[in-house]
């Protein structure tokens, strides 16, 4: 059939259109093309040609620089120190083997650090950075970084180590860093990827582990261009990640550094409050140790010298330390029957030396007893059967809840390892504890610090502050982080009647300055720097009838651990609290003989901020206090000394 001239046009109009749209189709393909393509060889030439010349990328994480630490005047007492140290990447090695014996051409390697090394190198994912060799010096570094074609792998690297510059002094407080181990792992849901990192550090114990977050910071991220043999050729990218934070405490360094050398190596501790803000000024547990074994991995040998010492230099007693607070307790139990309205100053209780109480004699430490004694005299000499007649008539809930308005019973907040809570025992806690009830032994027992009352030299401290101030005073230890102050612990009104307060802490003055006192013989003489204090001596063995018929033991004659726990409490001065004090002295005998002198010490130490003239001593005592000054500057640290060795 023949075609019309007018179909023919309308065919031919559809085929141009078709091909019209064909040949657009293909040239934006083509000018896909060219573009992808322009994109490839020029954008992209740099990437393309690392890869021609089989350079590779590699990102890792860049390891933030720890928050250091200051004391309360600025001193550094945790810092980044420079570490050099040669790590290795498995996949990047090729044959581990044989780069680690051409390592060891090079520079000397620790068997047993490399033997850890290895197993990290055969265990870790292939792309893990694993540390060989740590703690390498300069020319180690250089050897290594000139020799790296040779060395693929292998990288030579500055970074930061923690160092404690003053040693055992803080190693209680500060704590320390070490490794993360599996056992840190464990703990953590989601583990920044920092801490898979072999050999990062974090804290184990102490400030650094309670604020570890804020002290870590965040990593950051680097892109390095590495070619075939290894060699970092240049960094492609950085993002920077966040330092950790700066902390300042409360701690006075010098006086920290006082307290240690004065506890010396006794099983001790001892705490000084500031009676105006709570500030933790020294908190020493004695002995002490060098957290600076721990940053790297403790050895074996060192390890097993701390924890097979009888006097444990690894606790932290003086907030980890539980101890029958004794003689000490008594202000407590003279607290609660004033302030229940149940005892007045002047009451007296007759002391034959014993008191018998269903059945069972309760006896006085004076054999002889005390006569007829009233509050203050009870407290000046430390009498027994006064606070067992007391316990009889007050009873444990009203005592029980005295000691926790004053501290004992308490967990404070402060970032230290271990902080024990203390006992302030109740009907309530013996059933629900032993099943058993009450008894009325349990009170008397109780009302001279033993039986089931414990606490803490930091609990002790802050029971002394608060009697002294009035104030429910609260122990701060870190002052300001990154330069923000924290909140005081200065505390609100306890709510006490104040002329109860002023009979007990002129009762505590007498202890230190009346001549019938039990820790006259350390009584501080310098004008308007009296102490106001208690001694008080725990037993830790129970005394038998026949011992007693026979007389008891002095505990010179006891092996150390069966002798009684000595303590001392005090403020100072007595007209204007500024400091507060606990001693503890674990099997040190007498309260009087052994704590005493010690918190004596330390206290006209953080009065004066030096040594203090020795007119503030008894006179008979100056020439021994001249020589143990003399003796406990050369404790101090070189560059608190001048040319003179003196502070």
């Not at 089989?54 to 945790?78: C, M, W, Y």
């Not at 721990?294 to 006097?311: M, P």
């Not at 690894?314 to 004033?338: D, E, I, R």
């Not at 302030?339 to 002047?346: D, Q, S, V």
Request: hydrophobic content about 40%; glycine content about 10%.
């Amino acid at each position: 059939m023949k075609r019309s001239p007018r179909d023919s046009l309308e065919t031919t109009r559809k085929m141009t259109r078709r091909g019209l749209i064909l040949g657009g189709a293909q040239a934006g393909f083509m000018g896909l093309l060219a573009l992808r393509m322009r994109h490839l060889q020029v954008e992209e030439a740099d990437k393309f040609r690392l890869l021609a010349e089989e350079n590779r990328i590699k990102v890792s994480l860049i390891p933030p620089s720890r928050g250091q630490i200051f004391d309360r005047n600025g001193r550094i007492v945790a810092e980044n120190a420079p570490s050099y140290r040669i790590t290795m990447v498995r996949e990047d090695a090729g044959d581990v083997e044989a780069v680690i014996g051409r390592l060891m051409k090079l520079i000397e390697l620790d068997p047993d650090e490399m033997a850890r090394a290895l197993d990290e190198l055969n265990t870790l994912r292939g792309d893990t950075q694993v540390t060989v060799a740590d703690r390498v010096s300069r020319e180690a570094m250089s050897r290594v970084a000139v020799n790296a074609p040779a060395l693929p792998g292998v990288t030579p690297e500055v970074g930061l180590s923690r160092h404690y510059p003053l040693g055992s002094d803080l190693a209680h407080v500060v704590g320390y860093v070490g490794p993360v181990s599996d056992y840190d792992l464990s703990k953590i849901d989601n583990p920044d990827q920092l801490l898979l990192t072999p050999r990062f550090q974090i804290g184990k114990i102490g400030l650094e582990a309670k604020h570890e977050e804020d002290l870590r910071g965040k990593a950051g991220i680097k892109q390095v261009e590495v070619n075939a043999a290894g060699r970092e050729m240049r960094e492609l990218d950085r993002e920077e990640g966040r330092a950790g934070q700066d902390f300042q405490i409360t701690v006075d360094h010098m006086l920290q550094n006082y307290v240690q050398a004065r506890l010396g190596q006794e099983s001790a501790a001892a705490v000084v409050i500031d009676c105006e803000s709570g500030d933790l000024l020294a908190i020493a547990s004695a002995p002490s140790f060098d957290p600076n074994l721990f940053v790297r991995g403790i050895s074996t040998t060192d390890y097993r010298a701390l924890t097979e010492n009888q006097f444990r230099p690894l606790a932290t007693k003086s907030v980890q330390g539980l101890y029958p607070p004794g003689s000490t307790f008594k202000m407590v139990a003279a607290l609660a029957g004033l302030e229940a309205g149940i005892i007045t100053p002047l009451d007296t209780h007759y002391c034959g030396g014993y008191t018998e109480v269903a059945g069972h004699r309760f006896h006085c430490w004076k054999r002889a007893g005390h006569g007829h004694v009233n509050l203050a005299s009870s407290l000046r000499e430390s009498c027994d059967v006064y606070y067992y007649n007391l316990a009889l008539e007050v009873g444990i809930e009203k005592i029980s809840a005295m000691a926790m308005r004053l501290g004992i019973g308490q967990k404070f907040d402060i970032p230290m390892s271990a902080v024990a809570t203390g006992r302030a025992p109740t009907k309530a806690w013996k059933q629900k504890s032993f099943g058993k009830d009450w008894v009325i032994g349990d009170s008397v027992n109780a009302s001279i610090g033993q039986g089931f009352v414990l606490a803490s030299p930091l609990q002790l401290a802050v029971m002394s502050a608060r009697i002294a101030t009035g104030r429910a005073l609260v122990p701060r230890l870190v002052k300001s982080i990154d330069g923000v102050e924290q909140p005081s612990g200065a505390g609100e009104s306890l709510g006490l009647n104040e002329n109860h307060l002023r009979h007990v802490r002129k009762a505590m003055f007498d202890v230190s300055n009346n001549r019938r006192g039990t820790a006259y013989g350390s009584r501080i003489t310098a004008a308007g720097m009296q102490m106001a204090g208690k001694t008080g001596t725990s037993q830790v063995r129970n005394i038998t009838a026949a011992e007693r018929r026979a007389g008891v033991r002095s505990n010179r004659d006891l092996p150390w651990e069966r002798r009684d726990h000595a303590l001392f409490v005090d403020f100072a001065p007595y007209d204007n609290p500024k400091v507060a004090v606990a001693v503890v002295v674990e099997h040190g005998g007498g309260g009087s003989t052994t704590a005493a002198p010690i918190a004596r010490d330390i206290t006209l130490q953080a009065l004066y901020g030096e040594d203090p003239p020795l007119s503030a001593y008894p006179a008979k005592d100056r020439a021994r206090i001249a020589a143990q000054q003399k003796r406990l500057r050369q404790a101090r640290p070189a560059s608190d000394r001048d040319g003179n060795g003196r502070a």
